[in-house]
């Protein structure tokens, strides 16, 4: 809205040019969405403390949350909205499909997360949304998304599949980027969901792989750095930079009131929100596989369950202490902050090679 509003008084203020630029208007993203984070962080966090709405733990979780944890506030992830949504409307250019298609999978997927949190409040307990009709929703959900998408998009490499350290390897999909297309937005929705167990321990990963896609989004819509990188130029996708950029600024935000001891849990409704809205940039930068790069310890986090789940139903033995893996390795007997500073480095690593495969074709 006020990059609109700026836009049209360039004629008469020719130094309003410089928002023109994205880098500029990602900048000023990042930093509105942290400021209002900030500013409104400690009056939510007593706001929603007051009012008890206390994150249920999970009882047969590691018993040192019970007495660490317990009181602590949730739906947090409401917070990280409002900073989002606050550097997206004033900085982006709402006249890009691209920005609507992530703003809808975000709102969205914040909305189920935050019915799934007001259950589990209510019920005092840690259940919330069956599994099952969670899942159902999140699909239902990305194919409306993915509908609206296709519906305004004219990118030709919308049905292409583009594989990392290959220079012209590209896998036409057909009609089966729609179920692809899903598979990665609620699987990366359900992976950082997952991951979202320790104080701070995906709000940082998220802000790495959120500023590897400013990049990649940016270079990804400049035909000149497209061509360089010898990646996919799609017109107009270097927009997608300011929504990456307000991801981060609400993420170092939140962080603020989420590092250990966290004030307060960003719960399902910014775990379903950020996850959803990092795999539907995967999708629109045509670089789902760097995604699944880059946010490794997402994709760690997520088999981790799953091969839980196969191997306790197939053998009756559990692999791990407890799933997802950082509860495993507070079972051993790791310090949480052991976990969480490992963790990020591990998610540091995997961003450096993810950005590396732009360069290695």
Same mark, same amino acid.
Request: aromatic share 14%.
């Given at each position: 809205?006020?990059?609109?509003?700026?836009?049209?008084?360039?004629?008469?203020?020719?130094?309003?040019?410089?928002?023109?630029?994205?880098?500029?208007?990602?900048?000023?993203?990042?930093?509105?969405?942290?400021?209002?984070?900030?500013?409104?962080?400690?009056?939510?966090?007593?706001?929603?403390?007051?009012?008890?709405?206390?994150?249920?733990?999970?009882?047969?979780?590691?018993?040192?949350?019970?007495?660490?944890?317990?009181?602590?506030?949730?739906?947090?992830?409401?917070?990280?909205?409002?900073?989002?949504?606050?550097?997206?409307?004033?900085?982006?250019?709402?006249?890009?499909?691209?920005?609507?298609?992530?703003?809808?999978?975000?709102?969205?997927?914040?909305?189920?997360?935050?019915?799934?949190?007001?259950?589990?409040?209510?019920?005092?307990?840690?259940?919330?949304?069956?599994?099952?009709?969670?899942?159902? /929703?999140?699909?239902?959900?990305?194919?409306?998304?993915?509908? !609206?998408?296709?519906?305004?998009?004219?990118?030709?490499?919308?049905?292409?599949?583009?594989?990392?350290?290959?220079?012209?390897?590209?896998?036409?999909?057909? /009609?089966?980027?729609?179920?692809?297309?899903?598979?990665?937005?609620?699987?990366?929705?359900?992976?950082?969901?997952?991951?979202?167990?320790?104080?701070?321990?995906?709000?940082?990963?998220?802000?790495?792989?959120?500023?590897?896609?400013?990049? !990649?989004?940016?270079?990804?819509?400049?035909?000149?750095?497209?061509?360089?990188?010898?990646?996919?130029?799609?017109?107009?996708?270097?927009?997608?930079?300011?929504?990456?950029?307000?991801?981060?600024?609400?993420?170092?935000?939140?962080?603020?009131?989420?590092?250990?001891?966290?004030? !307060?849990?960003?719960?399902? #409704?910014?775990?379903?929100?950020?996850?959803?809205?990092?795999? #539907?940039?995967?999708?629109?930068?045509?670089?789902?596989?760097?995604?699944?790069?880059?946010?490794?310890?997402?994709?760690?986090?997520?088999?981790?369950?799953?091969?839980?789940?196969?191997?306790?139903?197939? #053998?009756?033995?559990?692999?791990?202490?407890?799933?997802?893996?950082?509860?495993?390795?507070?079972?051993?007997? /790791?310090?949480?902050?052991?976990?969480?500073?490992?963790?990020?480095?591990?998610?540091?690593?995997?961003?450096?090679?993810?950005?590396? #495969?732009?360069?290695?074709?």
């Amino acid at each position: 809205m006020l990059y609109s509003l700026l836009s049209s008084f360039v004629e008469i203020f020719s130094f309003l040019n410089v928002f023109k630029f994205l880098t500029v208007r990602t900048g000023l993203a990042m930093f509105t969405s942290m400021l209002v984070v900030f500013l409104v962080g400690n009056p939510f966090i007593n706001f929603f403390s007051s009012r008890k709405m206390l994150d249920p733990i999970r009882e047969d979780g590691p018993e040192e949350h019970i007495i660490k944890k317990i009181g602590t506030p949730t739906m947090g992830g409401l917070l990280i909205l409002l900073g989002l949504f606050s550097g997206v409307l004033l900085w982006g250019d709402l006249k890009n499909p691209y920005i609507w298609f992530l703003i809808f999978i975000v709102a969205s997927f914040g909305a189920l997360g935050a019915y799934d949190d007001y259950k589990k409040i209510k019920n005092k307990n840690s259940l919330g949304i069956s599994f099952k009709i969670k899942i159902i /929703w999140q699909i239902i959900l990305a194919l409306i998304g993915i509908g !609206i998408f296709t519906l305004f998009s004219d990118t030709p490499e919308l049905k292409n599949l583009y594989l990392p350290f290959f220079k012209n390897l590209v896998i036409n999909l057909g /009609w089966f980027f729609i179920p692809f297309y899903v598979f990665i937005i609620v699987g990366s929705s359900n992976a950082v969901n997952l991951t979202d167990g320790l104080d701070g321990l995906a709000t940082v990963p998220v802000i790495l792989v959120a500023s590897c896609f400013a990049f !990649i989004s940016y270079v990804t819509g400049n035909v000149v750095f497209s061509e360089y990188l010898l990646i996919p130029y799609i017109r107009d996708v270097g927009e997608v930079s300011v929504f990456c950029g307000s991801i981060i600024g609400a993420c170092i935000g939140f962080l603020w009131f989420n590092a250990p001891p966290a004030k !307060i849990f960003m719960g399902d #409704t910014g775990s379903l929100a950020l996850g959803g809205s990092l795999g #539907t940039v995967g999708i629109i930068t045509k670089h789902e596989i760097v995604l699944a790069i880059t946010g490794g310890l997402f994709v760690l986090e997520a088999v981790s369950v799953i091969v839980q789940v196969i191997s306790y139903k197939l #053998t009756g033995k559990r692999i791990f202490k407890m799933a997802p893996i950082h509860h495993h390795f507070e079972k051993k007997g /790791w310090a949480e902050s052991t976990i969480v500073v490992r963790f990020w480095i591990i998610s540091i690593i995997l961003a450096m090679i993810g950005l590396a #495969t732009l360069k290695l074709r």
